[in-house]
Every structure is written in C-alpha cells, then in structure tokens.
C-alpha cells in the first residue's frame, strides 16, 4: 500500500470511530503552501494528503500534530509548522526534519526530508538531543502514510 492509500485508509478507520477520534479540518492549497514555504520544504504527497483531509488528528490517544490554527492565535500555523521552528533553536536539531509528532518521551517524531523515495516520500524517523551521539535519528517508517496508519490503528482497533 502507497503512502497516500494508507492515509486515505487512515481518514476511513477515524471518520468510522469519531467517538475516539478527532480532527481539525482539512487545509486549503493556499495554506499548504503557506506552510511549506515557512518550513522551506515541500510536503511529501501522504503528508499533503493528510493535511488536506483533516489538518491534524488525535486517536484515542496518538495525536499527529499536522497543521491548523486556532481563533485565539489567528493567522499562525501551528502543530508541524511551530513545532518545527521551535526545535530548530536547537542547533543540534537537523533542519531537514520537521516534526510531525511528539513521542511522549523527549523525542521528536519527524519526516526526514534530506531522503525521498522513489514516490517522492520521506520517511519517518525519531529524533531527541542524544540521537548525534547514536549516529543520527532512527528510522521508524518509509513514509508517512503508512506510520500513520499503525500508530492510529493500534490506538483505536488495539487500545
């Protein structure tokens, strides 16, 4: 299954459970561009397809921090867009990262952007201060579709 496949089976298992699951609304083109040109990169398609159809989400639990605004902060993007920003005044963060997702115990979950497949996908991997020391971040999935979709299916089916 293509990254976009496993988004658009993402969208379907938390659209099917919204007792346990929540988003934020999809983004319009003129925002996604908007916040890649803020991070500098472009968006791989599964991540674009993501942020298209619910912006960011939360799973019974498992929380991937997309992007979206908020009335009280405006015309701010927030989620990966901020949260990138803010790990990047850490000059041991790599700045090819963005972060998608925090990993509840220091570490930043992200797409690596310095790597693409032949889909064009980055793949995702962990990243916390020591990583340099370990030879770099580890590597969790190829892409961002299908890491999503086992983390949220094992919160929703499994939890």
């Given amino acids: 299954m293509s990254g976009v496949e496993s988004v658009a089976a993402l969208v379907r298992l938390l659209r099917a459970h919204p007792d ?3 988003w934020t609304g999809g983004l319009g083109p003129a925002d996604l561009a908007r916040a890649e040109r803020e991070l500098g990169s472009p968006f791989p398609s599964s991540y674009r397809y993501f942020l298209a159809e ?3 989400c939360e799973a019974d639990g498992t929380d991937f921090l997309g992007v979206y605004r908020t009335a009280a902060l ?8 901020e949260a990138t ?29 310095a790597q693409r497949d032949a889909d064009g996908e980055h793949p995702v991997v962990v990243w916390d201060p020591g990583s340099g020391d370990r030879g770099g971040p580890e590597r969790l ?8 979709l086992r ?3 094992r919160s929703v089916l499994d939890g």
């Fill in 20 to 22: 346990t699951c929540r």
């Fill in 54 to 56: 619910l912006g960011s």
């Fill in 151 to 153: 983390q949220c299916s």
């Fill in 141 to 148: 999935a190829d892409d961002f579709g299908s890491y999503a």
């Fill in 85 to 113: 920003l803010d790990a990047r005044t850490d000059e041991r963060f790599p700045r090819e990262l963005l972060v998608i997702q925090y990993d509840g115990m220091g570490g930043l979950v992200s797409l690596d952007t």
């Fill in 74 to 81: 405006g015309d701010t993007l927030l989620g990966t867009v």
